[in-house]
Nanobody
Framework: VQLQAYGGGLVQARGSLRLSCAAS????????MGWYRQAPGKQRVLVAT???????NYADSVKGRFTISRDNTKIAVYLQMNSLKSEDTAVYYC?????????WGQGTQVTVSS
């Protein structure tokens, strides 16, 4: 069971990036998929999640700037990040949960320069 995340990079403040994450097994089409992030010296925290039915949940810090979406035919989840701020700098991890599986991707670095 693998999650492959990509799309991170270096971007200037107020810029945009789109993260993508693809799952290797069809079981994840029924999962809650999401993105978490971990800044240096801090704990990993929720960014956004989306259910198989399309219900979304966002951290307050990214509401109105980030949009999570998914494609169940491709078993993929995306995170469109707009109006990026320096405090968005972190390693972003893709996650998929479908009982009893809780799977993490390898992380992709997002660096926002001010």
């Amino acid at each position: 069971v693998q999650l492959q995340a990509y799309g991170g990079g270096l971007v200037q403040a107020r810029g945009s990036l789109r993260l993508s994450c693809a799952a290797s097994e069809s079981v994840f089409s029924r999962s809650v998929m999401g993105w978490y992030r971990q800044a240096p010296g801090k704990q990993r925290v929720l960014v956004a999640t989306i259910t198989s039915g399309g219900d979304t949940n966002y951290a307050d810090s990214v509401k109105g700037r980030f949009t999570i979406s998914r494609d169940n035919t491709k078993i993929a989840v995306y995170l469109q990040m707009n109006s990026l701020k320096s405090e968005d700098t972190a390693v972003y991890y893709c996650n998929a949960k479908v009982w009893p599986i809780n799977s993490w991707g390898q992380g992709t670095q997002v660096t926002v320069s001010s």
